[in-house]
């Protein structure tokens, strides 16, 4: 029975790679599949992973109907065992129902891969709908950290090395520092590179970013290092 199935994390915890492994594992056992994406970090039409690897792939339009193209493919006798679904969060809603039409009526596997909320921990449509109709959403095992060892929960947004808290939700940075952040084309004008954290809940309800944690720790080095008197 082919199966719809949906892997979830936080940022930072592999999701891409594992997108990219999965290709591979179906692949050598002489499967044939799809490979899409929405807003990759690296650009186009591309599946990139931090840890180096990268393959291209179809990237999904607000147009891309899933269940005409490949019901268009398999007309023209392409043979298609399985999609690989990355950056799922950015589809929208009636693209995952097509998908799950995929899945039930040309018993495709489709393996979607993405984060469940946003920087203001409310979920995206796409992987919402999602959580409603996946035949398994499954979190994956390496679990991201944040800035004070515990477990990442949930994605920051940040400008400047502080928390934002407000703006459009779909704007395509990455966690990494050096990062050249691709911004939301609908966006007119940024005024400052957007980057991601990931946080623990405590800390990310109270908006404590790395940046401002080491500024707090400086400044009690400094008060520590007054004269007792002075």
Not at 49 to 78: I, K, M, N, Y
């Given at each position: 029975?082919?199966?719809?199935?949906?892997?979830?994390?936080?940022?930072?915890?592999?999701?891409?790679?594992?997108?990219?492994?999965?290709?591979?594992?179906?692949?050598?056992?002489?499967?044939?599949?799809?490979?899409?994406?929405?807003?990759?970090?690296?650009?186009?039409?591309v599946i990139s992973?931090?840890?180096?690897?990268?393959?291209?792939?179809?990237?999904?339009?607000?147009?891309?109907?899933?269940?005409?193209?490949?019901?268009?493919?398999?007309?023209?006798?392409?043979?298609?065992?399985?999609?690989?679904?990355?950056?799922?969060?950015?589809?929208?809603?009636v693209q995952v129902?097509?998908?799950?039409?995929?899945?039930?009526?040309?018993?495709?596997?489709?393996?979607?891969?993405?984060?469940?909320?946003?920087?203001?921990?409310?979920?995206?449509?796409?992987?919402?709908?999602?959580?409603?109709?996946?035949?398994?959403?499954?979190?994956?095992?390496?679990?991201?950290?944040?800035?004070?060892?515990?477990?990442?929960?949930?994605?920051?947004?940040?400008?400047?090395?502080?928390?934002?808290?407000?703006?459009?939700?779909?704007?395509?940075?990455?966690?990494?520092?050096?990062?050249?952040?691709?911004?939301?084309?609908?966006?007119?004008?940024?005024?400052?590179?957007?980057?991601?954290?990931?946080?623990?809940?405590?800390h990310h309800m109270?908006?404590?970013?790395?940046?401002?944690?080491?500024?707090?720790?400086?400044?009690?080095?400094?008060?520590?290092?007054?004269?007792?008197?002075?």
């Open positions: 029975m082919a199966e719809l199935v949906f892997f979830s994390g936080t940022m930072d915890c592999g999701k891409s790679t594992l997108a990219l492994q999965m290709d591979h594992n179906h692949g050598v056992r002489g499967r044939r599949g799809l490979l899409y994406t929405r807003f990759d970090r690296a650009g186009d039409s992973s931090r840890l180096g690897l990268h393959r291209p792939a179809l990237e999904v339009r607000d147009t891309t109907d899933f269940f005409a193209e490949v019901a268009s493919r398999r007309t023209r006798g392409e043979r298609i065992d399985y999609l690989v679904c990355d950056e799922a969060q950015f589809y929208a809603p129902e097509q998908l799950a039409r995929i899945v039930d009526d040309l018993a495709i596997d489709v393996f979607a891969f993405g984060i469940t909320s946003d920087f203001r921990t409310r979920l995206f449509p796409g992987s919402a709908r999602l959580v409603e109709l996946a035949d398994r959403v499954q979190l994956l095992q390496v679990e991201a950290l944040c800035w004070c060892g515990a477990r990442a929960t949930h994605n920051a947004r940040t400008l400047h090395g502080e928390m934002v808290v407000e703006g459009e939700q779909v704007v395509v940075g990455d966690v990494q520092q050096d990062a050249d952040p691709a911004l939301d084309p609908a966006s007119v004008e940024v005024a400052a590179p957007v980057e991601y954290e990931v946080l623990c809940r405590r109270r908006q404590e970013t790395a940046a401002r944690a080491r500024a707090r720790a400086g400044t009690q080095l400094r008060l520590d290092d007054v004269p007792v008197g002075a």
